[in-house]
């Protein structure tokens, strides 16, 4: 009887601690699948930045970009403020060689040509000239437009590592608000095949890859709250010690 006790407790104790090893383990699956997701989608939850910093002379700030690094260069004088990657024109739509001024500064822009078309819950993309007569248009959302050239501006999008826009220059989501807030109305901009600050400052410039990343769901994408979901919390710029 003693013995026939021990061993019924040894089986029931066997038996749970089966149990718990295999909850524990589903839930480490359950665990380490987020995180997996999580660190694949980084529209979601990118780690991507830049540093950015302040401008003390707003008259003093200019931007360059240099075609052949894929780089943006804020700068004060001779003080860079901003440096990033950036994706631009291909080769049949090239993005603009000259200099400039922005202008036509949107922070919640929306494509006139490409987007989409809406019927109901029916969201499909399309161009606005194909529009369908019982559907609307819906442009691609284009926030932190800063317009240097009619019909093209920097805004906050995919930065591929290779040239893919129609001619506009894609800033990442984390580091477009900068830009944004650092560019005014009027800034002079200067776009050139190269710069030296290409050997320097952008030298080992660091590139996003959310251009893995899926696309939302369209859906989404001609919501408000994509919008609302790309506002940057708290302070843009670091303290200039």
Not at 73 to 83: A, D, F, H, I
């Amino acid at each position: 009887m003693y013995r026939f006790q021990i061993f019924s407790l040894s089986n029931t104790e066997l038996k749970a601690n089966k149990k718990f090893r295999a909850f524990y383990i589903r839930l480490a699956l359950i665990i380490v699948l987020n995180l997996f997701i999580a660190s694949c989608n980084s529209f979601e939850q990118g780690s991507y930045n830049c540093l950015a910093y302040e401008p003390k002379n707003r008259n003093a700030v200019s931007v360059k970009v240099s075609l052949s690094n894929s780089a943006i260069y804020v700068m004060e004088g001779e003080k860079p403020l901003l440096v990033t990657a950036t994706c631009i024109g291909r080769q049949d739509t090239p993005t603009p060689i000259g200099t400039y001024e922005a202008f036509n500064k949107l922070p919640r822009k929306r494509s006139n040509t490409y987007g989409f078309h809406v019927s109901g819950n029916d969201v499909r993309p399309g161009k606005r000239i194909d529009t369908p007569s019982k559907s609307k248009y819906v442009g691609y959302p284009m926030p932190c437009w800063v317009e240097f050239k009619a019909g093209y501006g920097f805004h906050t999008g995919y930065v591929h590592p290779v040239p893919r826009t129609h001619g506009c220059l894609r800033i990442h989501k984390n580091v477009a608000p900068k830009f944004f807030a650092l560019v005014d109305e009027g800034t002079p901009i200067k776009i050139a095949e190269s710069f030296p600050e290409d050997k320097t400052i952008g030298k080992k410039i660091r590139r996003p890859k959310d251009y893995t990343d899926p696309d939302p769901k369209n859906s989404y994408m001609v919501s408000d709250k994509y919008f609302d979901d790309l506002e940057l919390k708290g302070s843009l710029f670091e303290r200039d010690s």
